[in-house]
């Protein structure tokens, strides 16, 4: 099945009890039982739900992965793979992250013993440095956030194969339709089901994607035994935003690139971060990985001044400012203050995140519309 049959077919069956074609939105907490122990498969919705198995169905097989799971938000499901290892165990992440996963790991997880090395990942060969014997994760993002990096993921799943480590993949960005990690030998997926996957603004959830059967066993006893699963009115409306991730995806590309060339001819733009352009370090290995580069930008105002930075964000006719990412509308944010403030200022400087930078998630509406929209916010 290719891309755009799975995204509308995989993983959903016509209602069993009705023949409904789009999957109910089961609105139960627990299911009758004919005798102790004799049930359909579903005892109790942590557990098992009919809409939430259909959206783990659907986002694995995408992800042309065996098993998936549905979390109540991208973070839940980062927190169950770290919930895998234990007190001295270690992990090597990129250093330009997601803020909240840098939350996540340096506030919360530092406590219980685990040890957290932040490196650059853009030379592949720094990760060994970094390895020793109780390493036990590589975690990557690609295309980073909000510097837009590229990470060549063939070349550190070698690493982790070669040392007995686990590579796990935030795809947020990406999306499968764009890459699928595992193919390149990934262990496991992350999700913010949040962004491109739900696509519309309009729910709150993580997922991840993987082919261990003991790995799957061991996450899905995390997911019931913490908790934190989707619910079903969340699933149903990822059910429906996957749906058309193919042409969102396609969209959102090409209006990347629009804005991206867009930005590149502009006299007060000074650096543009986008993983689509020759200029960019890592272009060939995104070129390799990635089927087309989306609509993830970054870019800085010469002069680096936070306060025309300030004015051009608040000027958007179309671009709302908010946080988040991979609706169909246009967002901009400003990561040193909005996303990424967890992150320390000399942090945030060392990665290039400096005051002047914008993020746009640059959404489906029209292409003229938007780049109107920046020739009269920029000035
Ligand atoms: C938003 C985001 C997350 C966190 O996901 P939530 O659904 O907000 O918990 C993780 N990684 C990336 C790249 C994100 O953009």
Same mark, same amino acid.
């Given at each position: 099945?290719?891309? %755009?049959?799975?995204?509308?077919?995989?993983?959903?069956?016509?209602?069993?009890?009705?023949?409904?074609?789009?999957?109910?939105?089961?609105?139960?907490?627990?299911?009758? =039982?004919?005798?102790? &122990?004799?049930?359909?498969?579903?005892?109790?919705?942590?557990?098992?739900?009919?809409?939430?198995?259909?959206?783990?169905?659907?986002?694995?097989?995408?992800?042309?992965? +065996?098993?998936?799971?549905?979390?109540?938000?991208? /973070?839940?499901?980062?927190?169950?793979?770290?919930?895998?290892?234990?007190?001295?165990?270690?992990?090597?992440?990129?250093?330009?992250?997601? &803020?909240?996963?840098? !939350?996540?790991?340096?506030?919360?997880?530092?406590?219980?013993?685990?040890?957290? *090395?932040?490196?650059?990942?853009? $030379?592949?060969?720094?990760?060994?440095?970094?390895?020793?014997? $109780?390493?036990?994760?590589?975690?990557?993002?690609?295309?980073?956030?909000?510097?837009?990096?590229?990470?060549?993921?063939?070349?550190?799943?070698?690493?982790?194969? $070669? *040392?007995?480590?686990?590579?796990?993949?935030?795809?947020?960005?990406?999306?499968?339709? @764009?890459?699928?990690?595992?193919?390149? %030998?990934?262990?496991?997926?992350?999700?913010?089901?949040?962004?491109?996957?739900?696509?519309?603004?309009?729910?709150?959830?993580?997922?991840?994607?993987?082919?261990?059967? =003991?790995?799957?066993?061991? @996450?899905?006893?995390?997911?019931?035994?913490?908790?934190?699963?989707?619910?079903?009115?969340?699933?149903?409306?990822?059910?429906? &935003?996957?749906?058309? /991730?193919?042409?969102?995806?396609?969209?959102?590309?090409?209006?990347?690139?629009?804005?991206?060339?867009? @930005? #590149?001819?502009?006299?007060?733009?000074?650096?543009?971060?986008?993983?689509?352009?020759?200029?960019?370090?890592?272009?060939?290995?995104? !070129?390799? +990985?990635?089927?087309?580069? &989306?609509?993830?930008?970054?870019?800085?105002?010469?002069?680096?001044?936070?306060?025309?930075?300030? !004015?051009?964000?608040?000027?958007?006719?179309?671009?709302?400012?908010?946080?988040? /990412?991979?609706?169909?509308?246009?967002?901009?944010?400003?990561?040193?203050?909005?996303?990424?403030?967890?992150?320390?200022?000399?942090? !945030?400087?060392?990665?290039?995140?400096?005051?002047?930078?914008?993020?746009?998630?640059?959404?489906?509406?029209? #292409? +003229?519309?938007?780049?109107?929209?920046?020739?009269?916010?920029?000035?």
């Amino acid at each position: 099945m290719k891309f %755009g049959t799975k995204a509308i077919h995989a993983g959903v069956e016509p209602d069993p009890t009705t023949g409904a074609i789009m999957t109910p939105i089961y609105q139960t907490s627990t299911y009758v =039982q004919a005798s102790p &122990g004799d049930h359909k498969g579903y005892e109790y919705s942590r557990t098992q739900n009919p809409t939430r198995d259909a959206a783990q169905k659907s986002i694995a097989a995408l992800e042309n992965a +065996q098993h998936g799971l549905c979390f109540a938000s991208g /973070l839940a499901a980062i927190d169950a793979i770290i919930k895998l290892f234990k007190p001295g165990d270690e992990i090597i992440a990129a250093n330009d992250l997601y &803020g909240g996963t840098y !939350r996540l790991f340096t506030k919360v997880f530092s406590k219980y013993g685990l040890k957290f *090395h932040f490196i650059g990942m853009e $030379n592949i060969d720094d990760i060994e440095k970094y390895v020793n014997a $109780n390493t036990k994760l590589i975690w990557v993002e690609t295309p980073t956030n909000p510097m837009m990096n590229i990470i060549d993921l063939r070349g550190a799943a070698k690493i982790a194969k $070669n *040392h007995n480590i686990l590579l796990a993949v935030d795809n947020t960005f990406a999306t499968p339709y @764009l890459q699928t990690p595992l193919d390149l %030998g990934a262990d496991i997926i992350m999700h913010s089901v949040t962004k491109y996957l739900g696509g519309h603004s309009d729910v709150v959830m993580g997922a991840l994607a993987l082919n261990d059967d =003991q790995l799957a066993t061991d @996450l899905a006893f995390l997911q019931n035994s913490t908790g934190a699963a989707s619910a079903p009115q969340d699933s149903f409306l990822v059910l429906r &935003g996957i749906k058309t /991730l193919h042409l969102r995806m396609q969209r959102h590309s090409e209006n990347g690139r629009a804005v991206a060339k867009f @930005l #590149q001819s502009h006299p007060k733009v000074d650096k543009i971060y986008w993983p689509g352009l020759s200029t960019h370090p890592n272009h060939n290995i995104a !070129r390799e +990985q990635m089927k087309d580069f &989306g609509g993830m930008i970054s870019f800085t105002l010469k002069g680096n001044d936070k306060e025309e930075a300030f !004015r051009v964000m608040e000027s958007f006719r179309y671009f709302s400012l908010a946080e988040s /990412l991979g609706g169909v509308e246009s967002l901009v944010n400003h990561p040193a203050s909005m996303t990424h403030a967890s992150i320390p200022y000399e942090e !945030r400087q060392k990665i290039g995140l400096v005051d002047s930078l914008i993020r746009l998630s640059v959404g489906i509406e029209d #292409q +003229q519309d938007l780049l109107d929209d920046l020739k009269q916010a920029i000035g």
